[in-house]
């Protein structure tokens, strides 16, 4: 008979419970625990001593309650019989689970039936050894991931579906929404969760439900979900296309204030106002035509223009009568007289008068200028061509 001399693990990562093959030990034998594990001493399938981290020499004083049932000499020699289950205590995740069928339920806000199932993963860890042998393992040699999740299958599914059933329902949420609220279902079932596995002895460290398994392809399915993104683009295109507008407007609006503000430094810099630009405008429209008398057939009298030149400065005002004298040049030149009529009756004078044929009031100054030889049309204190003072 081999009589075992080191006990240790011999399992891997995914292991929750192991068993060590070897029951036939003597009181020399040399136990080792690793961290994040446990052994637990069973004779005749009684649970006796539970060992932690650290290395250990099988010895009657080391196993008080195995020196209570037995009669082992203590020299180190004599073998028994037991069994040794070792515990790994870390938190083993990404442990995959899903429902084995689909939960039937009426969708909320297109009120059709629809049948949908869900997965996702959680991370387990042994919590009380003690208890996780006895309620779960029994004779087993190994406990590992997948026996342990179907061990709690039933829980999952019933927990699972329900939840998730009336959740739906009461907080009305859409099938084609439901994405959104995963992290809300995890959480909730996770809460759901943890009594029943802490009752074997099991931490449900994590819980998260990462999959809605929806009706893809059912006819019925397809079309509300068609309708439902559809309505939903449109809603979106139509917030887009009021963004773009605003911004449109936006950018139109900041063009124009940049355009006047520059326009506004321009007239800073260079010395005039708004009025005087506009003088500016009419001055060149008057110098880009050839007779004066074309602005008078528009309903623009003389008076007016050359008003308009004494706003805008005395060059522009000196370019006006210059053309107002070519004018008047060039009617007289024609071999035509301007007919001249008295202030105070209005009939037809003579031309060349000094007082009213028909009243006899005084006409004013004489019609031609001493200076310039320019023939006045209407009385006036200065000459309209040279500016010099007329005589009276």
């Known amino acids: 008979m081999e009589i075992a001399s080191i006990i240790k693990y011999e ?16 009181t020399s034998t040399q136990l080792i625990v690793h961290e994040s594990q446990e052994a637990v001493f069973f004779m005749n399938g009684q649970a006796l001593d539970l060992f932690g981290p650290g290395r250990y020499t099988l010895e009657t004083e080391n196993i008080p309650l195995l020196r209570r049932i037995t009669n082992i000499p203590t020299n180190g020699q004599t073998p028994f019989h037991c069994e040794v289950y070792f515990i790994n205590k870390t938190e083993q995740m990404a442990i995959r ?20 199932g869900a997965s996702g ?5 042994v919590g009380d050894s003690r208890k996780l042998l006895v309620k779960l393992v029994g004779t087993e040699t190994i406990l590992g991931q997948a026996q342990l999740t179907q061990f709690f299958r039933a829980f999952l599914m019933t927990r699972v579906k329900t939840y998730m059933a009336q959740t739906m329902k009461t907080d009305a949420i859409s099938i084609f929404e439901v994405d959104a609220k995963l992290t809300e279902f995890s959480e909730s079932l996770h809460q759901k969760l943890i009594p029943d596995f802490a009752e074997y002895g099991v931490n449900l460290d994590r819980f998260l439900v990462t999959t809605i398994v929806k009706p893809e392809g059912d006819p019925q399915y397809e079309k509300f979900k068609d309708l439902h993104f559809r309505q939903y683009a449109d809603i979106m295109d139509a917030k887009l296309r009021q963004q773009v507008g605003v911004i449109d407007q936006q950018t139109a609006s900041q063009r124009m204030v940049i355009e006047a503000q520059g326009i506004a430094k321009k007239r800073q810099i260079e010395g005039y106002t708004y009025q005087q630009e506009r003088g500016f405008d009419v001055a060149e429209k008057v110098a880009e035509n050839e007779a004066v008398g074309q602005f008078t057939n528009m309903g623009v009298g003389l008076g007016t223009m050359a008003g308009v030149g004494g706003a805008v400065g005395g060059l522009v005002g000196g370019a006006i009568g210059d053309a107002l004298g070519t ?14 009529f008295c202030d105070q009756c209005g009939a037809e004078v003579t031309p060349g008068a000094l007082f009213c044929d028909n009243c006899g009031a005084p006409l004013g100054s004489p019609d031609t200028c001493t200076n310039c030889g320019f023939k006045f049309i209407k009385p006036g204190k200065f000459c309209p061509k040279c500016g010099a003072k007329r005589e009276v």
């Open 11 to 26: 399992g891997d990562n995914s292991t929750f419970i192991w068993k060590h093959p070897k029951e036939d030990f003597n």
């Open 327 to 340: 004018a008047n040049h060039d009617v007289q030149g024609s071999g035509s007289q301007a007919n001249r």
């Open 97 to 116: 689970w899903g429902t084995d069928s689909k939960v039937q339920y009426m969708e909320p806000t297109y009120g059709f039936p629809i049948a949908i």
């Open 121 to 125: 993963e959680m991370a387990l860890s």
